[in-house]
């Protein structure tokens, strides 16, 4: 499992997700070292920290989930939400967004617990001789 920096996007998603306290994983960013960058309200890459503009030219592609456990009776999130995985790539040239395109999406295919039921469940097998 290598590095990532991470991303929270100030400019509006093209399916209108939510992104109020997300942190979205990159590894196509310069540093892969835990930087945090912010993609703001006029489509530039700043560094989070310092507000420095980024030149990216390519793609950028970010994406985050609300799992956080798997067990074999589902799925674990950390929100007690319905699983779901939201990616997106946005296209730079020399720092200028250019189009931003993804969306997120219900994970439909495992079934889903809350972390309560998981850990109630996790307790009583603990309870076993």
């Known amino acids: 499992m290598g590095m990532f920096d991470e991303v929270r996007c100030e400019y ?13 994983q990159t ?3 310069p540093e892969q070292y ?7 309200i006029d489509g530039a890459l700043v560094v989070e920290d ?20 798997v067990s074999p009776k589902g799925v674990i999130t950390d929100d007690n939400m319905a699983p779901y995985w939201a990616e997106y ?26 972390r309560d039921v998981f850990y109630s469940r996790a307790q ?3 309870a076993l001789p």
Do not use: M
Not at 34 to 40: I, K, P
Not at 53 to 60: D, I, M, N, Q
């Open 89 to 114: 790539c946005a296209l730079y040239d020399h720092g200028v967004l250019i189009k931003l395109e993804g969306g997120c999406a219900l994970d439909t295919d495992h079934p889903w617990i809350t």
């Open 124 to 126: 009583s097998l603990e």
């Open 27 to 29: 590894k196509d960013t």
């Open 34 to 40: 835990l930087q945090r960058y912010v993609l703001c």
């Open 12 to 24: 509006p998603l093209p399916d209108g997700f939510d992104t109020q306290g997300v942190w979205f």
């Open 50 to 69: 310092t507000r420095e503009s980024v030149p990216f030219h390519g793609a950028l592609t970010f994406y985050t989930t609300n799992v956080c456990g």
